[in-house]
């Protein structure tokens, strides 16, 4: 059975070639859809928005790949000593422009230094906080993420106010390609999360009472 750190490797290659015509193709039927209505054919600007849509749909599965396989090789060796607070705000810089869009808002309180892979940390917070954009429903994205010190480890939070998760669902919304709706994103951004975690010697779960989710997330101190 391949290892994580093989499979990581075959994604990356796959990810890479699906890029590689995908970019270009997805380019070309844009154009087309843009320039569709001055085309005679009947239907043809509903046929190249499909085409569209579905290049968009495969360009977001590439990258939730890419994240993915980033997570499996999460290497020990490359741990050191990180400021999680630097690391947050290096991942509200990555969701600045779509939580602006979306009116949102994220505070947070005091962070510790972790002994980790700052990249894969800094992954972590983003995807998290991309979550809560995604999942917001019809409300404003606004999250608040908080750290406390455990016998052995810190535990972190980031609490949304959206609409929540059913209590069944809790634990499924971590394994690969699972979504809760049609329509959503490719499922890997919360397994990716669940992969750093572990590759750090944590462990992440998530609660929701009503409106509202918080997922927590541990690092040994």
């Known amino acids: 059975m391949p290892s994580d750190r093989e499979t990581a490797e075959f994604l ?10 995908l970019r270009a193709t997805r380019a070309h039927s844009e154009l087309l859809a843009r320039d569709a209505a001055s ?23 590439a990258d939730g790949l890419a994240g993915y396989a980033a997570a499996l090789q999460t290497d020990p060796a490359t741990f050191q000593r990180a400021r999680t607070d630097v690391l947050l705000r290096t991942a509200l810089g990555r969701i600045d422009k779509p939580l602006k869009e979306a009116g949102g808002e994220v505070t947070y309180d005091a962070l510790p230094a972790v002994n980790g892979n700052p990249d894969r940390l800094a992954q ?3 995807q998290l906080l991309r979550n809560v954009i995604a999942h917001r429903g019809d409300t404003v994205p606004r999250a ?4 406390s010190e455990r016998p052995g480890e810190w535990q972190f939070s980031i609490r949304d106010q959206g609409p929540g998760v059913e209590p069944g669902e809790l634990e499924r919304i971590f394994r690969p390609f699972e979504r809760l709706h049609r329509g959503e994103g490719p499922g890997l951004g919360l397994a990716a999360c669940k992969a750093i975690v ?5 462990r992440i779960w998530a609660e929701s009472e009503g409106a509202g989710l918080t997922v927590y997330f541990t690092v040994p101190a």
């Open 198 to 202: 572990e590759a750090h010697g944590g």
């Open 12 to 21: 990356l290659r796959l990810c890479h070639d699906l890029r590689s015509s």
């Open 124 to 126: 972590l917070f983003e």
């Open 39 to 61: 085309a005679a054919l009947p239907g043809f600007g509903e046929r190249v928005g499909f085409i569209a849509a579905g290049m968009r749909q495969i360009d977001a599965m």
């Open 144 to 147: 608040h993420v908080s750290a």
